[in-house]
Each structure stands twice: as structure tokens, then as C-alpha cells.
């Protein structure tokens, strides 16, 4: 079996928000370089908080020691202004759940700030990875990196391949994932992906059963804690 490629050494995310700040988190305890962005120099502050605040209780909680806390802290960089991602391997976006608003980012990274050979992986559980991809510049570098929240502790990470989706691209969605500790899945493109769309008939299945008198809102609850964990 061919190995596949080193994780990327320096990784951008788009975002500080919950989702943009988990997903930073993770990027510099795997000892990549993490540059932070974020237009509003409010919101990005408080991101930076808010994962130097969650390094600081991982090692009350004896998860990290203080000096790998210290490491992962000195490798978070903010990253005001987007041009500020150019020297990235992987951007990983966690804005807004809008079709716009993603491509829109895409498209100026790909036209004007990162090199050709940087990936671009889109964190939406909503949306159609290769709509995302659509109007990008070497659509075959853009990716899905499906995060589940919150990112630092679930497990999982669902890798979405596009229609335009290269072998290599996701090749190294996985490796990032992998130098994440996350257990990671290949997922098609599709509404929900692999995951939310195992999910949703449970959830469905659990509204009517309440609706229909079957069974108490905590009996339900209780079964699928205890049949389904």
C-alpha cells in the first residue's frame, strides 16, 4: 500500500466562531502551524480566547501537559486579513452556512492568495461540496472536511470528495484529520453526506412516536441512550 502524504505543516482556518475556533484547536495540537482568521478583530480576539481557554483546561484536566499546551499555543497565530493565509498547505472555512458567502472566500483565496498546491476544504454539513467548488480556480483542490461539534472532542470527521474532487486533495484532508485523532470516513457528495443522513430518520422516527402518544419524550430518550447509544 502506498503511503500517503505527510499532514500539512501550516493550516488556515476561516472563521473563529464555535466550529472555526474547535477546528483551530485541533490544528495546533497536531503541531501544524494554525493561522487563524477572522475580518472582525473582535470576533478573531475572542476566538483566540476561547482555544487558549480550552488548552488551559485540558491541562487541569490532566488531557495535556502545560508544556504541550505552551507548544500548541505558540503555534496559533491570528490572522487578521485574508492575504494573511497565503503561506498555507490547507484551509480549512467555517463560516456561515451560505453557498455564497463560501464560494466568495474561495474564489479569493484561489485567485490571489495561496499557491495552486494548497487545498481548500469546506466545513458545511448543508451544502453540496462541488456547489462550493463551482466557481473556484482549480476546482479540484477543494475538499470537504465535515466536523462534527463540538470539533475537539467528536471523534469523527467525514472527508467529502466532490464531483472535481483530486485523489491528492483528499489525501490530505485525511492526513490532516488523521494528525488530528480524528477517526476519519470517505463520504459522498450528497444532502447530509454519510452521517447526518443515518441520523436523520432516528431523529424523525423519535418526533413521531412522541406525536402518536407510543411513548413519553424520556422513555424515548432512555431507549436510544440505552439501544443506540
Same mark, same amino acid.
Given at each position: 500500500?502506498?503511503?500517503? &502524504?505527510?499532514?500539512?505543516?501550516?493550516?488556515?482556518?476561516?472563521?473563529?466562531?464555535?466550529?472555526?475556533?474547535?477546528?483551530?484547536?485541533?490544528?495546533?495540537?497536531?503541531?501544524?502551524?494554525?493561522?487563524?482568521?477572522?475580518?472582525?478583530?473582535?470576533?478573531?480576539?475572542?476566538?483566540?480566547?476561547?482555544?487558549?481557554?480550552?488548552?488551559?483546561?485540558?491541562?487541569?484536566?490532566?488531557?495535556?501537559?502545560?508544556?504541550?499546551?505552551?507548544?500548541?499555543?505558540?503555534?496559533?497565530?491570528?490572522?487578521?486579513?485574508?492575504?494573511?493565509?497565503?503561506?498555507?498547505?490547507?484551509?480549512?472555512?467555517?463560516?456561515?452556512?451560505?453557498?455564497?458567502?463560501?464560494?466568495?472566500?474561495?474564489?479569493?483565496?484561489?485567485?490571489?492568495?495561496?499557491?495552486?498546491?494548497?487545498?481548500?476544504?469546506?466545513?458545511?454539513?448543508?451544502?453540496?461540496?462541488?456547489?462550493?467548488?463551482?466557481?473556484?480556480?482549480?476546482?479540484?483542490?477543494?475538499?470537504?472536511?465535515?466536523?462534527?461539534? &463540538?470539533?475537539?472532542?467528536?471523534?469523527?470527521?467525514?472527508?467529502?470528495?466532490?464531483?472535481?474532487?483530486?485523489?491528492?486533495?483528499?489525501?490530505?484532508?485525511?492526513?490532516?484529520?488523521?494528525?488530528?485523532?480524528?477517526?476519519?470516513?470517505?463520504?459522498?457528495?450528497?444532502?447530509?453526506?454519510?452521517?447526518?443522513?443515518?441520523?436523520?430518520?432516528?431523529?424523525?422516527?423519535?418526533?413521531?412516536?412522541?406525536?402518536?402518544?407510543?411513548?413519553?419524550?424520556?422513555?424515548?430518550?432512555?431507549?436510544?441512550?440505552?439501544?443506540?447509544?
Amino acid at each position: 500500500m502506498t503511503a500517503g &502524504p505527510p499532514p500539512p505543516r501550516t493550516i488556515g482556518v476561516a472563521g473563529a466562531g464555535t466550529m472555526g475556533a474547535g477546528i483551530a484547536q485541533l490544528a495546533c495540537l497536531s503541531c501544524a502551524r494554525t493561522l487563524l482568521h477572522e475580518p472582525v478583530p473582535e470576533a478573531l480576539e475572542r476566538g483566540a480566547q476561547k482555544i487558549v481557554a480550552q488548552l488551559e483546561r485540558e491541562v487541569e484536566r490532566r488531557r495535556l501537559t502545560p508544556e504541550e499546551a505552551e507548544d500548541a499555543r505558540d503555534r496559533l497565530e491570528p490572522a487578521p486579513g485574508l492575504e494573511d493565509l497565503g503561506p498555507c498547505e490547507l484551509v480549512i472555512e467555517a463560516a456561515p452556512e451560505r453557498l455564497e458567502l463560501k464560494r466568495e472566500l474561495f474564489v479569493k483565496l484561489a485567485a490571489d492568495v495561496v499557491s495552486e498546491s494548497c487545498v481548500l476544504a469546506t466545513n458545511t454539513s448543508s451544502l453540496l461540496v462541488t456547489a462550493v467548488a463551482a466557481p473556484v480556480k482549480r476546482a479540484e483542490r477543494v475538499v470537504g472536511m465535515h466536523f462534527f461539534n &463540538p470539533a475537539p472532542v467528536m471523534r469523527l470527521l467525514e472527508v467529502v470528495a466532490g464531483e472535481e474532487s483530486s485523489p491528492d486533495a483528499l489525501a490530505v484532508a485525511r492526513a490532516a484529520g488523521e494528525a488530528m485523532g480524528k477517526h476519519v470516513i470517505d463520504a459522498a457528495d450528497g444532502p447530509g453526506f454519510l452521517v447526518n443522513r443515518c441520523n436523520r430518520p432516528f431523529g424523525l422516527e423519535a418526533l413521531k412516536l412522541l406525536q402518536e402518544g407510543v411513548a413519553s419524550l424520556e422513555e424515548i430518550d432512555r431507549i436510544c441512550r440505552m439501544g443506540g447509544g
